[in-house]
């Protein structure tokens, strides 16, 4: 959890940040990870790295969260929250299948995330595996809603910088 408070600006904001992620091992092959990610942003000065951007896989702060079947940053907003699901199959050695979905809602007053009124959702399908260089991971990503599919290619390790 975070807050971080704009002190030293004429019009004060604030930023407040959960996120809560277990991972459960259900059998030597099978694994479920869940996710829950609530923000809120409120002031007249909010800062572009405090808004809140969904979409894409990529977690690169903890501003910008992703969201399967969304393109990368698509969604701007204040305040969000979004609950995401991970069911990982470890076919062979070190070779892994996932089925992930994630569902949310995003709105610029708070009371209306918790509202469903417009929820969006996405599913995913991934393959990885570990290679001498590194993991790689192949991800193919719908959003019912919106039809259509996107591919996800992910090579290496993923480092964030939170603070």
Do not use: C, W
């Not at 019009?11 to 059998?27: C, G, M, W």
């Not at 969201?67 to 470890?90: D, I, P, R």
Request: positive net charge; hydrophobic residues 35%.
């Amino acid at each position: 959890y975070s807050i971080v408070e704009g002190v030293r600006s004429e019009k004060p904001f604030s930023f407040s940040y959960l996120d809560y992620e277990k991972v459960t091992r259900i059998s030597d092959h099978f694994l479920v990870n869940s996710r829950y990610i609530l923000g809120n942003s409120k002031g007249d000065n909010i800062p572009q790295n405090r808004i809140f951007y969904l979409g894409g896989q990529t977690n690169a702060d903890m501003a910008i969260i992703p969201f399967l079947g969304t393109k990368f940053m698509k969604h701007a907003t204040n305040n969000t929250h979004v609950f995401s699901l991970a069911l990982q199959y470890e076919i062979e050695n070190n070779k892994y299948l996932t089925l992930k979905g994630n569902i949310g809602e995003f709105s610029d007053r708070f009371d209306d995330i918790f509202s469903f009124k417009d929820p969006i959702y996405g599913l995913g399908l991934s393959f990885g595996t570990f290679t001498p260089l590194g993991p790689i991971e192949f991800t193919i990503m719908k959003n019912p809603k919106k039809g259509g599919s996107t591919l996800f290619f992910n090579f290496g390790y993923s480092f964030h910088g939170r603070k």
